[in-house]
C-alpha cells in the first residue's frame, strides 16, 4: 500500500493550495480517506473526511467553508482544495486511508 501525498509548499495568507494523495495498493473506491495535519507542538487532527463513493463529506469546524476534499476513483486520488489560507493552517499534512494507511505528509506554509 502507498498513500503519497503532494502539493505543499510555501503561500501567502489568503493564496491557496490544492494538495494530492495518490493511492495504490488496495480497493481505493472501498475505502473512506481523510486529511489529517499536525502542526509543530500540537497533536494530529482530522481536517477533512470523504466516503468511499465521495457522496458524503465533514471537516473540521476551523477549515469549514475554506477546504473542499474530492476523490477521483478512477484516478484513485483524494485532494484537498485550500482557498483563504491562514498563518494557523501550517502544517505537515496527511492523507490516510485504506484500513488505517498513511502517506509521508507534505508540508504547507502559510507566511508572509
Known amino acids: 500500500v502507498q498513500l503519497v501525498e503532494s502539493g505543499g509548499g510555501l503561500v501567502q495568507p489568503g493564496g491557496s493550495l490544492r494538495l494530492s494523495c495518490a493511492a495504490s495498493?488496495?480497493?481505493?473506491?472501498?475505502?473512506?480517506m481523510s486529511w489529517y495535519r499536525q502542526a509543530p507542538g500540537k497533536e494530529r487532527e482530522l481536517v477533512a473526511s470523504?466516503?468511499?463513493?465521495?457522496?458524503?463529506?465533514n471537516y473540521a469546524d476551523s477549515v469549514k467553508g475554506r477546504f473542499t476534499i474530492s476523490r477521483d476513483n478512477f484516478k484513485n486520488i483524494v485532494y484537498l482544495q485550500m482557498l483563504s489560507l491562514k498563518p494557523e493552517d501550517t502544517a505537515v499534512y496527511y492523507c490516510t486511508g485504506g484500513g488505517g494507511f498513511w502517506g509521508q505528509g507534505t508540508q504547507v506554509t502559510v507566511s508572509s
Open positions: 495498493g488496495f480497493t481505493f473506491r472501498s475505502y473512506r
Open positions: 470523504i466516503s468511499s463513493t465521495g457522496g458524503s463529506t
